[in-house]
Nanobody
Framework: QVQLVESGGGLVQAGGSLRLSCAAS????????MGWFRQAPGKEREFVAA????????YSTDSVKGRFTISRDNAKNTVYLQMNSLKPEDTAVYYC????????????????????WGQGTQVTVSA
């Protein structure tokens, strides 16, 4: 079992920045690939970014490239999502997720491949 706890959400003006954190606990001795997803009101959950735990290779959706950066601190069992140049359309609940052996970008982007999820943190960007 792995427990994930997100933090760092809040209200920010357009153009501002936030850094989300996802702290993992439990069976963290097993390396997991980590992803960030988001869900806006009335919309489906969508992939934002992911990082391979071993290689550190990252992937992100086109709408956040150049603005969002995913990173991880293995020693702290924590994954971060640095969000810059935020836009009102980035408003959503952001979820951290953990999965194993997510080889290939298509699996990284598919929320069904992740076995563990955090409770989510609200990000609101005002115009």
């Amino acid at each position: 079992q792995v427990q994930l706890v997100e933090s760092g959400g809040g209200l920010v003006q357009a153009g501002g920045s936030l850094r989300l954190s996802c702290a993992a606990s439990g069976r963290t001795s097993t390396m997991y690939d980590m992803g960030w997803f988001r869900q806006a009101p009335g919309k489906e959950r969508e992939f934002v970014a992911a990082i391979y735990w071993v290689s550190g290779n990252t992937y992100s959706t086109d709408s956040v490239k150049g603005r969002f950066t995913i990173s991880r601190d293995n020693a702290k069992n924590t994954v971060y999502l640095q969000m810059n140049s935020l836009k009102p359309e980035d408003t959503a609940v952001y979820y951290c997720a953990a999965g194993r052996g997510l080889f290939g970008s298509s699996r990284l982007r598919d929320g069904r491949e992740y076995g563990y999820w955090g409770q989510g943190t609200q990000v609101t960007v005002s115009a």
